[in-house]
């Protein structure tokens, strides 16, 4: 047995069995971590933008 089957045994033991809850979770979480690294990708762009040198147009 691999250990990804022994991980996929325990989250059906977690869920008495239930093979459609063990899916309904996963994609709780995924949906979670999806909106997490949305998170964190907007922060580093407004990292960087914060970071970025504004360049200023000499109009003559």
């Known amino acids: 047995m691999t250990q990804l089957d ?10 008495h069995g239930d093979t459609r809850g063990v899916v ?9 971590l999806e909106t997490e690294l949305a998170d964190l990708k ?6 960087r933008a914060a970071e970025a040198p504004v360049a200023h147009a000499v109009l003559h």
Do not use: F
């Open 24 to 32: 309904g979770a996963l994609i709780m979480v995924n949906r979670q």
């Open 6 to 15: 022994s991980e996929i045994d325990d989250l059906v033991a977690a869920c």
């Open 42 to 47: 907007a922060q580093l762009v407004a990292a």
